[in-house]
DNA sequence: GATATGTATGAAAATGATTTCAGAGGAGTA
DNA sequence: TACTCCTCTGAAATCATTTTCATACATATC
């Protein structure tokens, strides 16, 4: 409350009769110390519960032990349980994370962006946003260059020209998943929620999806492809009403996220279609809401700890200016559970 | 990817042939520099793209411009939510926020601290976590007032004996909110499933739950009283179990928060019983989740945004040293969902 | 005993900003 | 003309560390 004076590394060297540099390698263990001075700097130390200043220590050996970290939306359980875990790996390391929440808009990105150079961040962690395009936004590639240029940059998608590391899942193998277990429980007439057609992520599960069924000999049904621009529960439940407005209505449905499977089942109860009785239904994501659900949700999940393990083993490599490569690849699982049933269609 | 050089206000000076001084004053405004020379430096800025070293400025001013947050969990919506009006609020007044997510872990928490201190942020604010006790622990008090010793604290709790400020819900309240909706549909056999009965906020729930029965002349029923130790949905599922054990069953359950809640709904979903028809359920909290589930949850809710901005408030408050209440409140209002309805209950 | 080697130490520089202080020069006044 | 007053400017101090460099002293080597 009341704003105690802050000791400084000055005011220990006083105290113990030696010079600051003497503390600093007591703090440091850069250098030997007399086991005598060592002593009575060290009593001095937690005696007045010393920290150092990690401003002056970050200017002084310009590193400033800090790691900036952009989501579009925290709240998304996706997004925050990487964080939680990129957070736990970079503490192992001694960083802090600072955390910036864009909502997706365009100029906060840019903001932020910079405040991120100020302070001096040594790595930047962008996760979700704009940062999984298909079509190439050349100016905003050039905003990200820029800082790139100063500080290295890791994201969790793709984004052409930009010059990056990516950690990213690979939908293929994920989609891989998806379709076999459907496959495998009888299920051909199967629909794919997707999101913006705008994002890698969605145009590579529908790629994978179609040559999936195409592997089959089943047939692509255009009508069976539907999607939203958001990935949130809205989307879900809007798609799926139009889904719902077929004569011929699939028998599994897959979301994008677990956000879309949501609204989708929302809709599906309403029009009294049970879950997985009369249609199953799979998503991406297995985040915390695919187990809150009734019935609980099958989706496909990625091992989060090693997810954030790569994103920070992939900073420290960069910081250090370490030879790796530029796209590393996350493994998908299914974590099979109760909306998922065998086809019930005649 | 290559580690330009990144300018520093000297490049700049010498440059623009002006002295750093001349520069500084530029780029903050402190002072007057003629026309010339400010053209002059302000081309410069914008050439290089210059950013001033926040680590430095901090020091030179004594003021990081950081606050430091700790959550419990940031994969709960609540804490999720809280943060991002917080960072929203705090960005306008140029701060930026380190997030440490605690998972309830003691010494983590000493640890964070101890980061905290050394970064020198400007205050500390902590989202849920111990500081709720009823039974005061003295050595974490302790540790607490160490810190406050030199940078304020905020917490959403309560925490007797600890040198902070407090902004916190209120939770008799809250209570009254839901003991009226509840009543007003025609409930008088209530029960409730609290969290830790080691934290204010359980305990203070109890509290006004028993005066409402009271002042109703309703009978209190010690076997509709029931709680967990964690805030989750596994708790609500178990308690909920215990609850469908009872002969005399409730009519309508209040769940401590919505993780709650959706884990007694799974059990009454795996009981037959459906919600509102057969019984009604009402939580605290109104995050995401009581928009997703099935039915959509009545649950209290907090206007979010006036929260974080208290927080925020309070924070620049006790960085400028202002005089302000030690305990500030968070009034709620009720969201009105799908999840109550008319007693049925002969 | 003279020289080489090594160790502990402190003074001082460097990190990159802000800020204080003093001085230069111009304008205004008596 | 001499004085004060004001504005602009840069040199230097400050913030709190780390690190380099030089030195003092002890020990080892021939």
């Known amino acids: 409350m009341n704003q105690n004076k802050i000791m400084t590394i000055y005011d220990i060297a006083q105290e113990a009769n030696v010079s600051v540099a003497t503390v600093s390698r007591v703090m440091t263990g850069s250098a030997k110390v007399s086991e005598e001075k060592r002593e009575k700097v060290e009593t001095l130390i937690r005696k007045y519960d010393f920290k150092p200043n990690a401003l002056a220590k970050g200017l002084s050996e310009t590193k400033s032990k800090i790691l900036g970290i952009m989501v579009a939306d925290i709240r998304n359980p996706f997004y925050a349980t990487l964080f939680m875990e990129c957070e736990k790996e970079a503490g192992k390391y001694g960083y802090s994370l600072i955390l910036y929440n864009t909502l997706s808009n365009?100029?906060?990105?840019?903001?932020?962006?910079?405040?991120?150079?100020?302070?001096?961040?040594?790595?930047?962690?962008?996760?979700?946003?704009?940062?999984?395009?298909?079509?190439?936004?050349?100016?905003?590639?050039?905003?990200v260059n820029k800082v790139a240029n100063s500080i290295p940059i890791v994201i969790t998608g793709k984004l052409d020209g930009a010059d990056c590391y990516s950690v990213r899942i690979d939908a293929f193998q994920a989609t891989d998943l998806v379709m076999e277990h459907l496959f495998s429980l009888g299920h051909t007439d199967i629909a794919m929620i997707g999101g913006s057609t705008d994002t890698q992520s969605t145009v590579e599960r529908y790629m994978r999806y179609k040559q999936q069924l195409r592997r089959r000999g089943i047939q692509i049904r255009d009508e069976y492809m539907i999607h939203h621009d958001y990935y949130d529960d809205r989307g879900g439940y809007e798609c799926m009403k139009n889904l719902l407005l077929l004569e011929d209505r699939p028998s599994a449905v897959i979301a994008v996220n677990d956000f879309t499977a949501v609204g989708a089942m929302r809709a599906m109860a309403e029009a009294g279609i049970r879950v997985p009785n009369d249609m199953?239904?799979?998503?991406?994501?297995?985040?915390?809401?695919?187990?809150?659900?009734?019935?609980?949700?099958?989706?496909?999940?990625?091992?989060?700890?090693?997810?954030?393990?790569?994103?920070?083993?992939?900073?420290?490599?960069?910081?250090?200016?370490?030879?790796?490569?530029?796209?590393?690849?996350?493994?998908?699982?299914?974590?099979?559970?109760?909306?998922?049933?065998?086809?019930?269609?005649?």
Chains 1, 2 share one sequence.
């Open 106 to 143: 365009p100029d906060l990105e840019v903001t932020y962006l910079e405040k991120m150079i100020s302070m001096r961040v040594e790595a930047v962690i962008k996760i979700g946003g704009r940062i999984d395009d298909v079509v190439t936004d050349m100016e905003y590639v050039e905003q």
């Open 280 to 346: 199953s239904v799979i998503s991406y994501d297995d985040t915390i809401m695919a187990n809150i659900m009734i019935p609980k949700l099958t989706s496909v999940s990625y091992n989060y700890e090693n997810f954030g393990q790569m994103i920070i083993e992939t900073v420290l490599k960069a910081i250090n200016g370490e030879e790796q490569p530029r796209l590393k690849t996350i493994i998908s699982e299914l974590s099979a559970r109760d909306s998922c049933g065998p086809c019930t269609k005649k």
